[in-house]
């Protein structure tokens, strides 16, 4: 059974640009969470999607977006990017997101 | 919300050597969920406790929801084991709270 695939594995911007990281979990998963991780913040919670709505919301500016698509992949966008957004961003899909998550290998984005 | 905090901050061990790492959290929690972290990255899945005890080889963790702990025990300890251990709680589903991490050295 394959794993969560997070693409790109990694990425270079420039500040002010926009960025989409896709994420396709485990067949049958239809819960798909998204993490910020960066060394001064640690782990954060941005957003889970489950059955194409966004289900709940971790408290970040809304340049930060996602959406899902009926087989569950799904997308996270980030908008007029800022230094601080590099960081590795996470997706971790469950069946329905009261069970065990995991984790794709992540897309590291620098922001330049 | 809910706090989660991790210890130690740091643990160096030597080969063989067993541990305990330690997640205290401030609330009630639906899931808890024990992960390593290793060196490139990747986020692997050790153990889904929300309550009791599971062992799985050499690491067991154990979780006392109404106390507001967990622990995770390393035995005989690898070289491999060297990384970062995370403990999780969720109160939504989907929505998992981290706490900081305890970063682990084991030296040959």
């Known amino acids: 059974k394959a794993g969560v695939t997070q693409t790109p594995r990694y990425l270079i911007k420039t500040r002010g640009q926009q960025v989409t990281l896709s994420c396709s979990p485990i067949?049958?998963?239809?819960?798909v969470s998204w993490y910020q991780q960066t060394p001064g913040q640690g782990l954060q919670f941005l957003f889970e999607y489950f059955s194409e709505t966004q289900r709940n919301k971790g408290n970040f500016p809304g340049r930060f977006s996602g959406r899902q698509f009926s087989n569950s992949r799904s997308e996270m966008n980030v908008s007029t990017l800022e230094l601080g957004d590099s960081a590795l961003y996470l997706c971790?899909?469950?069946?329905?997101?009261?069970?065990?998550?995991?984790f794709g290998d992540g897309t590291r984005l620098s922001i330049l | 919300g809910i706090q989660v905090e991790q210890s130690p901050p740091d643990l160096i061990l030597q080969e063989g050597a067993n541990s305990t790492l330690r997640c205290n959290f401030s609330d009630s929690v639906n899931n808890l969920q024990w992960f390593h972290q290793n060196p490139w990255g990747q986020l692997i899945n050790l153990f889904y406790?929300?309550?009791g005890t599971k062992q799985n080889g050499r690491l067991s963790a154990t979780t006392v929801a109404t106390e507001r702990y967990s622990l995770l025990y390393i035995s005989s300890s690898q070289t491999t084991d060297s990384g970062v251990y995370f403990c999780a709680v969720d109160t939504n589903a989907g929505k998992s709270t981290f706490g900081d991490g305890t970063t682990l050295t084991v030296k040959p």
């Open positions: 406790i929300p309550s």
């Open positions: 971790a899909s469950s069946l329905t997101g009261i069970q065990p998550q995991h």
């Open positions: 067949s049958g998963h239809r819960s």
